[in-house]
């Protein structure tokens, strides 16, 4: 069944963290009004009285004119066409728990860059399954784009990622500025899971980098992690793509390079010598890239890829390897042809 936007279509948010509010800017920049579900009390306080959310990215300040949150997650839904799912993929099944308006006749948009834990799914798979719905109805937004810039009007670069590509551009004109560069593909399996894969690199380049290994070796180690990437992505799901892409390397280079990125720092603690619970204690943030290593490498029993930079991250958070034995002897894993 074939599913095209609408141009008056309407446009809700599920989420409130950083990159929610950063998509509600663009969203209410381009004159949408904008329905926002918040679960947090203090932030839909904030919203309201002060056009600003008090938690993540309080600098932006929104034309309370333009923007409707609600605590009710059923209102926002029924009086969207467009739904933006924002919410960190750990949450995701807790935030549409109390969903009962069906998503039958939405055009649903993934902003997670996460697998549902437990489920094994990434959050495009669990919407289709869990919801019914089809993949002509669901998009993707993704590329190496920080919220903390977006939000700033820093020079940026998004995907929209839709099996019809009208569908993409018009997602793609509602978020449209003058500092956002955007690119529109079809490849749904390829950009979530480049998304998800990235995670767990940055992860390992911030182990690495709190190791004290150096430049050059973080060099090798991000060429080796974009190798094992584009295995993965060409022998579990083969397709016309090009890794080199900015959605699938330049969100790899972003997440493993950034002082933004809260999986480099969850990998930056580890290698200081933090144990994996006390790091993650010391996060205010999701590190995606946690729960991201588990269900990788659930998935690849499947697929069975040689991936050993994402099997060494795994051996460290779940069983309790040594993070400096494991980097020296992925070291030898890696460099061989």
């Not at 605590?71 to 066409?81: C, G, H, L, P, T």
């Not at 055009?107 to 094994?120: E, R």
């Not at 070796?217 to 974009?226: T, V």
């Amino acid at each position: 069944m074939e599913y095209k936007i609408g141009e008056q279509s309407r446009c809700g948010v599920i989420g409130y963290g950083s990159w929610a509010t950063a998509i509600v800017s663009l969203l209410a920049k381009n004159g949408n009004e904008v329905r926002w579900h918040i679960r947090n009390k203090d932030v839909y306080d904030g919203l309201v009285t002060e056009g600003r959310n008090r938690k993540y990215l309080n600098e932006t300040v929104f034309d309370r004119n333009t923007i409707k949150p609600s605590m009710d997650i059923n209102e926002v839904v029924a009086d969207s066409d467009i739904i933006v799912m924002a919410a960190p993929s750990a949450y995701l099944k807790d935030f549409l728990e109390p969903l009962t308006v069906p998503l039958k006749d939405k055009f649903i948009v993934s902003a997670i860059k996460g697998i549902i834990p437990g489920d094994y799914k990434t959050a495009v798979e669990y919407l289709h399954d869990r919801y019914d719905l089809t993949y002509r109805q669901i998009g993707i937004m993704s590329g190496p784009s920080h919220a903390e810039e977006v939000s700033r009007g820093k020079a940026s670069y998004l995907a929209i990622v839709c099996t019809d590509q009208e569908n993409a551009r018009s997602i793609g004109r509602r978020i449209s500025t003058d500092f956002l560069m955007l690119n529109y593909s079809s490849d749904l399996y390829g950009v979530e899971y480049a998304a998800i894969l990235k995670n767990i690199y940055a992860l390992a380049v911030g182990i690495a980098t709190g190791l004290g290994y150096g430049d050059n070796f973080l060099a090798m180690l991000i060429s080796c992690c974009a190798k094992e990437m584009t295995r993965f992505l060409r022998e579990s799901y083969p397709a016309e793509r090009d890794t080199m892409n900015a959605e699938y390397l330049g969100d790899l280079l972003v997440t493993c390079y950034s002082t933004y990125s809260r999986n480099r720092r969850l990998g930056l603690l580890i290698g200081h010598g933090c144990t994996v619970k006390s790091a993650l204690n010391e996060m205010t943030m999701i590190a995606e890239g946690y729960f991201a290593a588990d269900c990788i490498r659930h998935i690849n029993s499947r697929h069975k890829v040689n991936m050993p930079i994402a099997d060494m991250v795994y051996d460290v958070l779940y069983r309790n390897a040594s993070a400096r034995l494991s980097m020296k002897e992925l070291t030898g894993k890696i460099i061989t042809p």
